[in-house]
């Protein structure tokens, strides 16, 4: 099973609209990390938010915030007042707490932002 | 503080032969990171350091890829015998974090682009 999961392959919203960009997790482990990040056509890939498992209050960060809904095993970024600059790629990405060190990937949701 | 620095930014090889990427992370973090992205893929994991100790490498890894992190600060990637299908770009990740911690940020590199001929 995929740990991480993004069905969303392409987004298009509207410049100062928001956007929600969906990601479904699996894992076993009660403790864990969601994380998302964007990848502009350069390349690099920027950190924009964290939320740990036992957090009680959704992450925000400026104008992304993360809708987690722990019983259905999602963490959903919000990008509010979208900017041309959001233009992206984003991943959603899961570390889990235990022994096991990796961080995994999904395979991400292009989003594009019209003028 | 720079962040983290790869070297070369693009590689362009025949098959067969061997390449070696270079990964700098911030200075302070103890953990280091290699991935592989391919086209319209996020990140797959490739293997981990913490500090000079190698502790996990994936089992997508062939024999053919190795890495190294001799003093604990830059590491190594190398591809021996590369294959058309090595082409990727190879990401370098550095974090610090406490064995067991689930809440570190890693901070990735600008990537190593490897096109094999």
């Known amino acids: 099973a995929q740990k991480i999961t993004q069905t969303q392959p392409g987004m298009f919203v509207q410049e100062k609209e928001a956007v929600t960009l969906d990601c479904t997790y699996d894992t076993s482990d009660p403790s864990y990390g969601l994380f998302w990040y964007k990848q502009p056509s350069s390349g690099e890939m920027i950190f924009l938010i964290y939320q740990g498992s036992y957090d009680q209050q959704n992450a925000t960060e400026g104008r992304y915030s993360l809708n987690f809904q722990k019983a259905r095993k999602s963490a959903n970024l919000v990008i509010s007042a979208s900017q041309l600059g959001d233009s992206a790629m984003y991943f959603c990405a899961m570390r889990e707490g235990g022994i096991g060190n990796q961080f995994y990937f999904g395979t991400g949701t292009s989003l594009t932002v019209i003028p | 503080d720079t962040g983290v620095s790869q070297d070369p930014r693009h590689k362009i090889t025949k098959r067969g032969q061997n390449v070696t990427f270079r990964c700098d992370p911030i200075?302070?973090?103890?953990?280091l990171y290699w991935y592989r992205q391919t086209l319209g893929q996020g990140p797959e994991f490739l293997t981990y350091f913490q500090n000079e100790a190698q502790l996990e490498k994936s089992r997508l890894l062939s024999d053919r890829f190795s890495a190294e992190r001799p003093k604990g600060s830059f590491s190594t990637l190398e591809i021996q015998r590369t294959e058309q299908g090595d082409s990727a770009m190879y990401l370098c990740?550095?974090?610090?974090?406490?064995?067991?911690?689930?809440?570190?940020?890693?901070?990735f590199g600008p990537g190593t682009r490897l096109l094999v001929l």
């Open positions: 990740a550095s974090s610090w974090g406490l064995a067991g911690s689930r809440g570190e940020t890693q901070y």
């Open positions: 200075s302070e973090h103890n953990r």
